[in-house]
């Protein structure tokens, strides 16, 4: 992938994750200061923890964008809420989350790859973090049940997505970025299938409560 | 500020840190050991998470007047807290917390600023979480609901020294110390002002639940 | 203590976490992949903060086998559950879990001891890390109430034994393989009698809610 393509959808996944973070909130009762405060955390939280365990600096202390793009769509989604609950502008957000989990679970894996860090494992592993770390932090400090509770099929399609990138950029090295390309589109639309469908985790994979 | 000065006021808002975390834990009943971790997890934990961030050695692993403090702080709180609730030793408390969150943003942004880490943002951000980072940990860890989803003014008088202090120090860099003696003051007066009057978050800010 | 026979705990250890993990997060509803991410977390999660604070690689991405066992002990104990869940196999666990926290508690504080870190409270404060952060880690995601509210006597033992091998190791580190070898064993006694006398907090130590 052009690092220009990526870079515009890890924004449009930025500001997706920091107005559904808002969202989330919003019911509970919040001010513009913690909505901020929980759409940067959904934002970057996740890279930043896999940035912590690689012992590699923090992605976002050299690209500030990601915290700039991330606090002011906080702001227009606090104060906007009402017009960004409107069902179309919802479904919007829904699949720029799901854009920006494809591109974050790859790229977070990716860079694993380049580090050759606890492979094969680790990539996986710290892919999903990327994706989903920022979100479960939020849901964490919002006293919210976080993603993993819930019936809804959020992480494994990016599982599914990363271990397949893993597997044949094994194989296929020299074709990492066509590999990558084509995995994310893939990712995306298993999300995005599920989005439109709402469909839930099969019951062989669940004990209900 | 001088050197003492500041380590006098930041063993006094460790011991009000320790103190007001164990008075938050017990009402959901609690033992002593439970209550010490709460104690030191409130006093070192924002730090903490600002040093591993920073990638820096953690600030107690050189010094550890601070977990020391917080243990026998946090023990008188437990088998002291009858007479640690009356009113006007808890008032004392949140007067000493006040202080300590000024002296910890404004040295936790300091610190970000010497290392020239994410410029302007970085110093802002890791000063907040050096402040209120202990407190949001040991309210996740007790269940209880986080300081940011409640409408008490408790980080906006930190978000704007934070803001002031990075202000002010980029355009006068020789009057650092001056500067944050200010500006440390100045956060604590709007904070005890706060507590003082009792103010909440104004309307403009907030979004009922 | 000899490598292999530590290993042979670490596993076991790992194998008790991840299970004990599982079964506690299933009257919630969950799936198997919720499920699985809850084992890993509760098996590795403990020494992997101790590594980001030691600031040295985490331990998991030089031998995956935490990881897979975790993995795996997890699907098992998920789909295997209503077994699991029979007396004797759950006391079974409840013992392995005993004998994994009284490893991990001495294994982490003698890693700090090694790196010279924040002597003598850091192999303290590290090796209770190691050996409950993972189980608290897993019921802040999953919404439990932590074990540090409980009254069940789960950390007091753990501490009780990282003193004692720090004291011990401190005057006589010839002998830190013995010392630690005892010190683990009458760590798992302490707290094997307390599963089975089912001993609770002492009044002494607690403030009823």
């Known amino acids: 992938m052009t690092q220009n393509f990526s870079f515009i959808i890890a924004m449009l996944g930025t500001i ?20 901020s405060v929980m759409g940067i955390i959904t934002a970057i939280g996740g890279g930043t923890i896999r940035d912590i365990i690689l012992d590699v600096p923090v992605f976002w202390s050299t690209d500030l964008s990601y915290i700039w793009v991330a606090l002011v769509s906080s702001i227009i989604a606090f104060y ?8 179309y502008i919802y479904q919007l957000m829904l699949y720029l989350d799901a854009a920006g989990i ?12 380049q580090l050759n860090f606890a ?8 892919g999903l ?8 932090t939020r849901d ?3 006293g919210n049940s976080t993603l ?15 271990i397949a990138y893993v597997f044949l950029v094994s194989i296929l090295p020299q074709y990492s970025i066509l590999i990558g390309s084509i995995v994310i589109i893939f990712t995306f639309l298993m999300r995005a299938i599920i989005i439109y469908k709402k469909l839930n985790v099969p019951k062989w994979m669940l004990i209900q409560s």
Do not use: C, N, R, S
């Not at 906007?80 to 069902?87: A, D, L, R």
């Not at 973090?129 to 479960?136: D, E, F, L, V």
């Open 16 to 35: 997706a994750f920091a107005v559904t973070a808002v969202l989330a909130v919003i019911p509970k009762g919040i001010d513009v200061f913690g909505a």
């Open 80 to 87: 906007g809420h009402h017009w960004m609950k409107k069902k």
């Open 102 to 113: 494809a591109l974050f679970v790859i790229q977070g894996a990716d860079k694993v790859i």
């Open 119 to 126: 492979m094969p494992v680790g990539p996986v592993v710290l």
């Open 129 to 136: 973090i990327t994706a989903i770390g920022g979100g479960i």
């Open 140 to 142: 964490i400090i919002a």
């Open 148 to 162: 993993l509770m819930k019936k809804e099929l959020y992480a494994v399609p990016l599982t599914i997505g990363a």
